[in-house]
């Protein structure tokens, strides 16, 4: 969700403001003849919201009592994950 979804949301939510800014010339709005767009303030804050709900998971974890374990993963069975250059992050 945080890699995938949450990312594509923000990244679409900004997309759809041209047509919006177009639209709203019709409800009465004034706006500048050509609304400019920052392609890089954009990532930026599509970051800082990842980073910001990252914080905010790890939070929840640690008041569960999680060990939380960082790498790439490959389950190798039902009931088994291999953790690639596993690294123990702090207990959460």
Known sequence: MIRGCVPKKLLV?????????????????????????NWDYLLKAKTEEVTRLNGIYA?????AGVQLYTGAGRLL?????????PQVCKKY
């Open 77 to 85: 069975n039902a009931n088994t994950i291999q953790i690639t250059t």
């Open 59 to 63: 939070k929840l974890l640690e008041t």
């Open 13 to 37: 939510y900004g997309s759809e403001f041209s047509a919006d800014f177009e639209d709203a010339r019709g409800f009465g709005w004034s706006l500048p003849e050509r609304p400019s767009f």
